[in-house]
Nanobody, 125 residues
Framework: QARLEQSGGGSVQTGGSLKLSCRTY????????MGWFRQVPGKEREYVST???????TYADSVKGRFSISQHHGLNTLYLQMNNLKSEDTGAYYC???????????????????WGQGTQVTVSS
């Protein structure tokens, strides 16, 4: 069964860095676009960054130039390197991918069908 397992996150001071990881299981990783989203209590989940299977990346304006999304096909893992963190980056971060079919292949072209468990990032001054 396909699933995403996140690690990383934690607490850091303003201007610091953190790296999030998202290990995938049961997916044909090379077929799946993936993304990072975040949520603050009381607000809707928001898009942070996406990456296509062939490595094309997108970023929300709020994180452009500070965050970097990447993937390691050999480890079936997605990453989010977060630098120069700000207090407004605080929130629960989620990795996500397309919902795969019965053999683990992503065919829908979406980034939000299957979700990781979430990990908290707290940035304080």
């Amino acid at each position: 069964q396909a699933r995403l397992e996140q690690s990383g996150g934690g607490s850091v001071q303003t201007g610091g860095s953190l790296k999030l990881s998202c290990r995938t299981y049961g997916l044909v990783f090379s077929s799946c676009g993936m993304g990072w989203f975040r949520q603050v209590p009381g607000k809707e989940r928001e898009y942070v960054s996406t990456i296509t299977p062939d490595g094309i990346t997108t970023y929300a304006d709020s994180v452009k130039g500070r965050f970097s999304i990447s993937q390691h096909h050999g480890l079936n893992t997605l990453y989010l390197q977060m630098n120069n963190l700000k207090s407004e980056d605080t929130g629960a971060y989620y990795c996500a991918t397309d919902m795969p079919n019965e053999v683990g292949i992503c065919t829908g072209g979406r980034f939000d069908g299957l979700w990781g468990q979430g990990t908290q990032v707290t940035v304080s001054s």
